[in-house]
């Protein structure tokens, strides 16, 4: 990715932006509760609650997802920052890693991986652009 790794970080840790991009919870917004916000699955329009637990010093962010009452954490993003990796300066890599909870059929999880494609593609081209 052609940003620096903090703006890609500061990107991934908006809630708002998230629903530019997140295709399971998309146009997001606050709810009553601090630190939970909710968004629409394009797939079957189903509410889903999350809230975002960034750890700024390891540029990981950790999004926990569920419903109001209880959120676990689900997906998780981690930013590769240039110079770790050899990298152009002022790029990054990013990756997004999902955990598999034991009720999740096979179907919906195959939707999962095949969307994380997608979405990094939308990362990408949205922070690019974002910071470009």
Do not use: N
Request: net charge negative.
């Amino acid at each position: 990715m052609h940003v620096p790794a903090e703006k890609a970080f500061a990107f991934m840790c908006d809630p708002l932006l998230l629903g530019r991009w997140s295709l399971g919870c998309m146009d997001t917004r606050p709810t009553e509760f601090e630190g939970v916000f909710t968004g629409s699955s394009l797939f079957d329009g189903a509410r889903g609650f999350f809230e975002i637990d960034a750890d700024e010093k390891r540029l990981i962010v950790d999004f926990r997802l569920g419903d109001l009452k209880q959120r676990q954490p689900r997906i998780s993003a981690r930013i590769i920052p240039a110079e770790v990796c050899g990298l152009e300066e002022g790029s990054c890599y990013l990756t997004l890693d999902a955990w598999r909870s034991a009720e999740m059929d096979e179907t919906r999880w195959e939707r999962l991986c095949r969307a994380h494609e997608a979405e990094i593609f939308l990362i990408k081209a949205q922070c690019e652009a974002f910071f470009t």
